[in-house]
């Protein structure tokens, strides 16, 4: 059955909300013996989500771009391993992939939290924007690689973003062939997020492996680097003293969303949603007034459209001729 994009409880929520903290979702469950892959787990939210996985108990495998500024952040964590793993580059996922295949182990919980936000014009591979490229051709090669060791009943996360509200996946030049603009480029990459969990789910039901989207709230991370510093404060970023505004969660609270997408037994039998403040969102309304995509909650329709997220499927296949679940 298609699980409901509403308020889990029959609209009364999940008890946890905007300021719940991974570590607080996590209280009571034991991830003794889970295994976890985390993605960008050594910088931002997902540090934070790798640090409350590990106090749960399980093992957390963290692929790294930059491996040895992943080593010094995890230095002290126990039961994380670091391997290499560029998502903007198909060999190295396949590479990456292969490497863990060859240990004969299955996550429990795969986290795709690395991404990269609003960078200029990149190009990589056969000439692919770097943003849709990175945030979700990357993470859709390394799925469809690691399918056979994804256990029977694991989640699958993929962290999207408020930011699914910029833009649609643009059919007609994925890869902004006509006029680059960086927001539109994130929107877009975000809304692939959302549209991979929805696909990913009813292709992955039958083996009990679910999957969910979200948006971990605005937190202050490495991901503005590449926004130019004198937006800060027209985006409600800063302060008059130049400080972090309320606008923002610390990076505890900001990881929690994820962490329940994960792990929550209130999450049991259900998939193929996008979540936000440790909930299931609620669809957004297309005339709510609300002009800035940084006060926007709720779902676009067009992130959780069934037949766009097929299409989306079909043609990451195609671009990175890796199809290992529909086939
Ligand atoms: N922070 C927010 O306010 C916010 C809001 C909405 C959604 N999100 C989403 O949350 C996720 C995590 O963001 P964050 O705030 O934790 O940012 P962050 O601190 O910048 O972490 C992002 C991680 O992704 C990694 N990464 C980037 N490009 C990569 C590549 N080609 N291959 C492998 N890893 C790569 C980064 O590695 P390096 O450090 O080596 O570059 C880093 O570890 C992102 O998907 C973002 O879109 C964040």
Redesign the pocket.
Known sequence: MTTPQHKIGSGSGSGFGATSTAAEVLTGLDLTGKLALV?????????ETTHALVNAGAHVVV????RT??EEALAGTTNTEVDE?????LD?VRAFAGRFLATGRHLDLLI??????ACPETRVGPGWEAQFA??HL?HFALVNHLWPAIADGARVIS?????HHFSPIRWDDVHFGHGYDRWLA?GQA?TA?VLFAVHLDRLGRDRGVRAFAL???????????HVPRDEWRGNGWLDEQGNPTAY?KTPEA?AATQVWAATSPQLDGMGGVYLEDCDIAEPASEDDGVTEVRHRVGVRAYAIDPEQAARLWALSADLTGTDAISR
């Not at 793993?85 to 580059?89: P, S, T, V, Y």
């Not at 962290?159 to 930011?163: A, I, K, P, Q, Y």
């Not at 948006?215 to 680097?225: C, V």
Request: glycine share 20%; no cysteine.
């Open positions: 993605t960008g787990g050594y910088s931002g939210i997902g540090l692929p790294a771009r930059r500024t992943a793993l560029d998502l903007a580059d190295s795709g939290s690395a991404g990269v936000m990175t945030n990357g962290v999207s973003s408020r930011g994130y975000k997020n948006h971990p709230g605005s937190i202050m991370t490495n991901l503005l680097r923002f900001g």
